[in-house]
């Protein structure tokens, strides 16, 4: 259980066009689905955390206009990249969680397989 | 700020040598832990999660963890490095509603 996906695996793009990412949970309903970005050789870092029905929260320094994020379903969550740039390319990833899916208090993240997005 | 650190940006170890990957976290109270693998171009991999009780807890492919509260460290180690360890780790804490990953550690084996 518990199986987030991401489609697509892989995207290359031109400049100026926009792309759109999907994670999905494909096993449990996802009342939080979360971005994150992993640039090169890098940790992951928080981009926007998302619940659904509602508006994503962005991390600092994180365009809300640039990375629309919409989770319309407890089970979908998409991250769209608008008029991507050479520097939009990096690995993006997503999790999703849910409220009481485990016995402990915290609802830990389940993380999807990963995006690479290149901006050519 | 709640951190976490791996002072090892890169190990090389030999395959069947043991391993410990160094984690230690900044933060008030016993958050919940985790090892993360990343193969290149790949996603995360769940290792092993502590959440409470036994300190020592065991993971996948041979990996354990032990939770030090007065060192507020949870350093993985691995017996016998096999050579499909070669890979990214990440040691991660989550606390309250955030998750925060370490910078990670690559792990090289030579044959």
């Known amino acids: 259980g518990a199986v987030v996906s991401q489609h697509p695996s892989r995207v290359i793009c031109k400049s100026g066009t926009s792309v759109k990412i999907e994670c999905r949970s494909l096993?449990?309903?996802?009342?939080?689905m979360f971005w994150y970005r992993q640039f090169p050789k890098k940790s992951l870092m928080l981009m926007a955390t998302?619940?659904?029905?509602?508006?994503?929260?962005?991390e600092q320094g994180v365009e809300k206009d640039k990375f629309l994020i919409n989770h319309a379903s407890l089970t979908l969550s998409t991250l769209t990249v608008t008029s991507a740039h050479p520097e939009d390319s990096s690995f993006y990833i997503c999790?999703?969680?849910?409220?009481?899916?485990?016995?402990?208090?915290?609802?830990?993240?389940?993380f999807g397989p990963g995006t690479r997005l290149t901006v050519l | 700020a709640q951190s976490v650190t791996q002072p090892d940006i890169h190990i090389t170890v030999s395959e069947g040598a043991s391993l410990e990957l160094r984690c230690n976290y900044s933060?008030?109270?016993?958050?919940?832990l985790f090892w993360y693998v990343q193969s290149p171009g790949q996603g995360l991999q769940l290792l092993l999660k502590?959440?409470?009780?036994?300190?020592l807890v065991q993971g996948i492919k041979g990996f354990e963890a032990e939770f030090k509260r007065s060192q507020s460290s949870f350093n993985l180690r691995k017996p016998s490095v096999h050579w499909s360890d070669a890979a990214e780790y990440f040691c991660?804490?989550?606390?309250?509603?955030?998750?925060?990953f370490g910078p990670g550690t690559r792990l090289s084996v030579l044959p």
């Open positions: 999790s999703a969680r849910t409220e009481g899916m485990t016995s402990s208090s915290y609802n830990e993240q389940f």
């Open positions: 096993d449990f309903q996802a009342t939080t």
């Open positions: 998302s619940n659904e029905g509602s508006k994503a929260t962005y």
């Open positions: 933060y008030g109270a016993t958050p919940y």
């Open positions: 502590y959440f409470s009780g036994d300190t």
């Open positions: 991660a804490v989550a606390y309250g509603q955030n998750f925060v």
